[in-house]
């Protein structure tokens, strides 16, 4: 049951987009014990994001959790899965990171049969895997606890033994400078892996993601051949990609 706090919480969240706890206490009058046990069930519905010493709302600090992502912009994310998934020929091989783009197009790929799938995610290996004779690898390591995946130095060994078809990787930001990048090093660095191991390399997002800058850089433009949205992307992104010799491809909803 959400505390009468909550609100008031979120108001001030609203107002400046992250507070400190003790801050937090100050304001509401309350211990910094009641805070936490107040902000506690915010953020595990992923209504705020826990930062050392602070909350924030997702949309400035990054990503919210997955099932609650999985939820944003859905029909664009399966416009996206569905035209992604229309590219692969039965037999084919494709490698895919974790994200919700990339598990809406593994939901999208189960008319497919005979695929080879690597995958460092548990939802996309779980789709996909025992079905229709389909042979999927999953990287292994520390699944985490917010999206069910594998990430660091194991994941990424284990990847780069594979070639594959198709390379399909999500987006945290596409900034207009600096091209794909990430909120986290250990994804971005799983992400530049996969688009290595790709005879085609494809990232598909949603236009979310549009305009933001995320904290790490995954590549430029030039380090993809194709980008998949719903919606036209800012005329500045689309002339990077068109620049950097890549394919944009609008697959409106």
Known sequence: MHSKRHGEIMRLLQAEGTITVSDLAERLGVSLETVRRDVKPLADEGAVIKMHGAIGLPNLTGEAPFERRMRENAEAKRAIGRHAAGTIRDGDSIMLDTGTTTSYLARELLGHRRLTVVTNSSDVARTLATVNENRVYMAGGELRTDNGAAFG????????????????????????????MDYNLEEAEFARMVLARGARTVVVTDHSKFGRHGLVQVCGFEGFGELITERQPPREIATAIRDAGGTLIVTGT
């Open 153 to 180: 130095v194991s994941a990424i060994e284990f990847v780069s033994r594979f070639n594959v078809t198709h390379a399909f990787v999500t987006a945290g930001a596409i900034d207009t400078a600096l091209g794909l």
